[in-house]
Every structure is written in structure tokens, then in C-alpha cells.
């Protein structure tokens, strides 16, 4: 079995766009940012996640289309506050495009069963999660169905959804 490639690596080998689909209402709730921004810590993003900030930086730079979706319950959830409250220093400053969809919308599209990476319409990053939004591990495939259906879905919901800047998360 060979090993997955790292973030670094899919963001490297990107030349045309990355979309990214988030569908949960929690992600790895233990996250020490998490914690902080919950106690009123002060976080700045582009610091706290300096690796991850940098390597979707030099791909906007290069010309690649960072593209990032999230399906939200509404009224949201404490944790989709706390990545609304990080979204404009973490990636709208590397160049990412971000929109919300409220679940409530998504109803009529249809839609892969797990969050995905899409890198230039043809591979597919699956994230696995656990019940409790631990990532648990990675799938990466090219076969053409998944990307067709990872990449219409994501079209999907780009259409509907709402802006970074006129989105506001509310209780």
C-alpha cells in the first residue's frame, strides 16, 4: 500500500484549481485553537496555522483556484463559529475563495457521502471522520466517476451558497 501524499504534496502538484466540500458541523473538537478561541484567546491564523497558510498561499501566487464550500446546519454550530470567526485571517488571506450553504438549501443536490479535497478536476482526496469529527484517515482516488461526481456536487453548492463577506453565522 503506498503512502498517501501530504498536503504539501497535492498543493505542489495542483495547476489549475483545488475545491474543497466541508459537511460537518464539528471537526476534531480536542484542536488546542479550538479551545483557545472558546476561552477568548486572541488567534491569528495566519500564524497559528503558518505550514498550511503558506502552502495554499504559493499555490493562489502560482495561479491555482482555491475554492472552499461548507455545508452548515443552521443555526450553526459552536464550532462552524469558530471557523467563520478564523476563515477571513486563515483563508481568505491565502487567497481562498470560501462560500457557506445552509443545510437546508442542500436538499435537492446530490451529494458524496464524505468531505473532499478536488484537485484539478481529477483527484479526489476523500476525508474519513469518526462521530465525533476526528479525521481518521484519507482516501485518494482518480477514478473519473468519483471526480465527475465530487466536482458537479461542489459546483452544486458553489452556485447556491453565500459569500465568505455575507455570511453570518447565526446562534
Known sequence: MTESPSFEELFRGCRRSAVHLEMRDAYTKADPAFADWQAGVDLDPAERWADRHAIVTGATKRG???RRARIVSTPVSEYIRFEH???DGLNIAAGEDVRWLSRRVATGISLPGNDF??????????????GEGENMDIEVTEHPEVAKLC???????WQRATPHAEFTPAK
Open 85 to 87: 470567526a478564523v476563515t
Open 151 to 157: 466536482d458537479a456536487a461542489f459546483e452544486a453548492v
Open 117 to 130: 479535497w478536488l484537485f484539478d478536476s481529477r483527484l479526489v482526496v476523500v476525508n474519513h471522520f469518526d
Open 64 to 66: 491555482v483556484r482555491v
